[in-house]
T-cell receptor, first 110, second 118 residues
Framework: GIQVEQSPPDLILQEGANSTLRCNFS?????LQWFHQNPWGQLINLFY???GTKQNGRLSATTVATERYSLLYISSSQTTDSGVYFC????????????FGTGTRLKVLA | SAVISQKPSRDICQRGTSLTIQCQVD?????MFWYRQQPGQSLTLIAT?????????ESGFVIDKFPISRPNLTFSTLTVSNMSPEDSSIYLC???????????????FGPGTRLTVL
């Protein structure tokens, strides 16, 4: 089945720093989403981005489906950005189900 | 996107008992899913909850251990049966918006149920 790898696995930033999180997938996909899981366990939908670029405030995301990766950019990080970031994909090959990546654990220090 | 609520938000249970988790969506969704997230891990799909019929289980998950009901398009339950400490996880309910719903497409999640089995 499809493999979804995220990097880096762990990241520590000072408040105000910028960062780029990467999601690589091993096969073609129909859908891709980025989620933030806050320290209380709630999963928050950041972007639905099967292709192209989107921006929402300090966050933006780019998916290059032909090259099988997606990037999540966080600018001017804040302590509230801490948590785990997951990408999730739906493979093109005959399934409607999201496969979650390995996650990036982010800690932003004040 | 639509909003999902789950009950209970957390529970501590004894080995050998069962717990039923409820998931309520504030609008109709075509698809609902149940996920498990073991400590420090990513999410793993348990099953797709099918309205009015048996759920579709992923490899490694069986109906006897995780019976699921979905009587209508807005409600589902997951039961964790005959629990052991290895079942200690966060259990998350998810709904999927369609491209024609008028809301942000993709999957959205409930707040999760944090289960500890002693």
């Amino acid at each position: 089945g499809i493999q979804v790898e995220q990097s880096p696995p762990d990241l520590i930033l000072q408040e105000g720093a910028n960062s780029t999180l990467r999601c690589n997938f091993s096969d073609s996909v129909n859908n891709l989403q980025w989620f933030h899981q806050n320290p209380w366990g709630q999963l928050i939908n950041l972007f639905y981005i099967p292709s192209g670029t989107k921006q929402n405030g300090r966050l933006s995301a780019t998916t290059v489906a032909t090259e099988r990766y997606s990037l999540l950019y966080i600018s001017s990080s804040q302590t509230t950005d801490s948590g785990v970031y997951f990408c999730a994909v739906v493979p093109t090959s005959g399934t409607y189900k999201y496969i979650f990546g390995t996650g990036t654990r982010l800690k932003v220090l004040a | 996107s639509a909003v999902i609520s789950q009950k209970p938000s957390r529970d501590i249970c004894q080995r050998g008992t069962s717990l039923t988790i409820q998931c309520q969506v504030d609008s109709q969704v075509t698809m609902m899913f149940w996920y498990r997230q073991q400590p420090g891990q990513s999410l793993t799909l348990i099953a797709t909850a099918n309205q009015g019929s048996e759920a579709t289980y992923e490899s490694g998950f069986v109906i006897d251990k995780f019976p699921i009901s979905r009587p209508n398009l807005t409600f589902s339950t997951l039961t964790v049966s005959n629990m052991s400490p290895e079942d200690s996880s966060i259990y998350l309910c998810s709904g999927k918006e369609t491209l024609t719903s008028g809301r942000t497409p993709g999957q959205f999640f409930g707040p999760g149920t944090r289960l500890t089995v002693l």
